[in-house]
Structures are given as structure tokens and as C-alpha cells.
């Protein structure tokens, strides 16, 4: 070894998902999204999903939402969400807030839990609850979201009525009226 220089010892990366995850107290916060969820849909986080910081990016949480709230319109109505380049009637996502709580890791999987709130002329209104865990553990909020989707045309390039049908298939599903 040349004078002077001093050889680098190259630290160890260890991520093991238990040392990284914050365990918030038992307390329930008041912005916890409480209550009945019936639909759930577990997703394994991949490499992919992570970010620089090793954790979940938060653009991939409004991914886990997607996929869940298509689950749940195929689940509840028996209908797949068509695309619109089939110029069918479909669902758009016209607004989508989320909060994050909690990081959630490579390893782990999240259980997106949802349910409808609230059904307008062309429109409903869908809660998300992010849990997070590795098998055989409590899961953790991660974060909560709502989205709001319209029943849309593409043919006409308009908002179209949710049918009776629709409107049937998601209050007997949630086991409540949510027109309102």
C-alpha cells in the first residue's frame, strides 16, 4: 500500500425490514380512517417499488390504490374496467388524495383494505387503508387515501349516469345506501 493512503473498509448494507419500520403507539389517531372495510387486496412490495431512501416511493402508494380500486369494481359489479380505446363506457379517476403515515419496505406486504362512501349521478367516492407487515406480523397504517372515479364515455367524451345496477351492486356490497 502506497504511503499515505489508507485503505477504506467498506461498510456492510444490511436492510433487514424489522429494524427500519416505526412502530407508532397503540393510540388511535382521529384521521384513521375507522370502520368497516370488506374488499381487501394484498400486494408483495418489489425492489422496483423502492426508492433511494430504501423505503416505498410515494407515487407507487397511488399504484397500490389503483390496482385495489379495480379489484373492487371487478369484485363488486362483475364487470371488468374497460379500456378506452375499446370507445366503451368506463371509469376515470378524477381525484386522488393520499396520506402517508408510516414507510413501508422491500419485503414486505401491503394489504390495501377499500370501500365506497358515497355514490353521486356519475361519480363515487372510494376510501383506502394501506396496511404493511412481513408475514407473521401486526400489520401498520402506512397511509390513506380517496378516490373519486366517473362514469365516463368515450365515445361522447362525457360523464354518463352510473346505472341502477352499478348503484345496486355497490350498496348491497357495502351493506348501506350511499347516495347522497
Known amino acids: 500500500m502506497a504511503r499515505g493512503l489508507r485503505r477504506r473498509r467498506l461498510a456492510t448494507y444490511t436492510h433487514p425490514v424489522s429494524e427500519h419500520v416505526h412502530r407508532p403507539s397503540a393510540a388511535v389517531d382521529p384521521r384513521d380512517l375507522t370502520g368497516r372495510f370488506a374488499h381487501r ?3 408483495a412490495v418489489r425492489f422496483a417499488d423502492t426508492d433511494a431512501m ?3 416511493n410515494n407515487a407507487v402508494y397511488l399504484t397500490y390504490c389503483e390496482v385495489a380500486r379495480i379489484r373492487y ?3 363488486v359489479t362483475g364487470q371488468p374496467v374497460a379500456l378506452g380505446t375499446e370507445g366503451a363506457e368506463s371509469l376515470i379517476l378524477a381525484e386522488a388524495r393520499i396520506t402517508y403515515r408510516a414507510p413501508a419496505f422491500h419485503g414486505e406486504d401491503i394489504t390495501v383494505e377499500t370501500r ?3 355514490i353521486g349521478r ?3 367516492t372510494l376510501e383506502h387503508r394501506l396496511l404493511a407487515c412481513v408475514p407473521a406480523d401486526e400489520p401498520r397504517l402506512v397511509a390513506l387515501s380517496e378516490s373519486i372515479l366517473v362514469r365516463y364515455d368515450y365515445a361522447t367524451g362525457l360523464p354518463v349516469a352510473l346505472s341502477a345496477a ?3 351492486a ?5 351493506e ?3 347516495r347522497g
Open 54 to 56: 430504501g423505503h416505498v
Open 166 to 168: 352499478h348503484i345496486s
Open 176 to 178: 348501506r345506501s350511499l
Open 41 to 43: 387486496v394484498s400486494i
Open 73 to 75: 369494481w371487478t369484485d
Open 170 to 174: 355497490l350498496e348491497a356490497f357495502e
Open 122 to 124: 356519475s361519480s363515487f
Open 116 to 118: 365506497a362512501t358515497r
